[in-house]
């Protein structure tokens, strides 16, 4: 069971052209807190966390987080969790019922890796829950996210401020296929 309804959890690993998205490993555990204490990963996300507090904590199973792999190793996460009233920041119940994050390490940044696993990530969501739209909440200012959410084919719902600049949200309706 997910926090999106019932389903087997974790699903088989996904094999996309160069990545695989598979739960994480306690192999991750490095990689996780070199992506979560990272300044440059966390430019347009209030900031980093602070790698002491990363490395007190025991990682466990978090069902819709996906690690991306690429030749073994982790580059990255991409996750799609409930997005409802209970959801922290900004929410519009009445668009979507689930809500799509990544990150990936800035050593792969640039190399389509970030579509590439979101693409995966929202196939696999779509055929667990047919009928169901995603979200997607980014800064303005990141350029980078602007252009993936357009190429996953989101479309803007609204602007918003919050944490002192300007946010977007969108959604990426059930019917519209992930090229």
Same mark, same amino acid.
């Given at each position: 069971m997910t926090e999106l309804g019932?389903?087997?959890w974790p699903p088989a690993p996904i094999r996309t052209e160069r990545l695989v998205l598979r739960e994480p490993e306690a192999r991750? /555990?490095?990689?996780?807190?070199? *992506?979560?204490?990272?300044?440059?990963?966390?430019?347009?996300?209030?900031?980093?966390?602070? /790698?002491?507090?990363?490395e007190r904590e025991v990682p466990g199973r978090r069902?819709? *987080?996906?690690?991306?792999?690429?030749?073994?190793?982790?580059?990255g996460m991409v996750k799609l969790v409930r997005h409802d009233a209970e959801s922290p920041g900004h929410v519009r119940p009445d668009v979507g019922e689930a809500e799509i994050g990544y990150l990936l390490l800035p050593q792969v940044?640039?190399?389509?890796?970030?579509?590439?696993?979101?693409?995966?990530?929202?196939d696999w969501f779509a055929d667990e829950f047919p009928g169901r739209s995603v979200v997607l909440r980014t800064q303005t200012a990141n350029e980078r996210s602007m252009r993936l959410a357009a190429k996953l084919g989101f479309t803007e719902v609204e602007r918003?401020?919050?944490?002192?600049?300007?946010?977007?949200?969108?959604?990426?309706?059930?019917?519209?296929?992930?090229?």
């Open positions: 019932p389903v087997a991750d /555990r490095a990689a996780f807190i070199d *992506l979560l204490a990272s300044p440059e990963v966390h430019t347009y996300l209030g900031g980093p966390r602070p /790698r002491d507090e990363l069902p819709g *987080l996906f690690v991306i792999e690429l030749g073994g190793a982790m580059i940044w640039g190399r389509g890796f970030a579509a590439e696993a979101c693409a995966a990530a929202l918003f401020e919050a944490y002192g600049a300007e946010q977007w949200f969108g959604v990426r309706s059930a019917l519209t296929p992930s090229d």
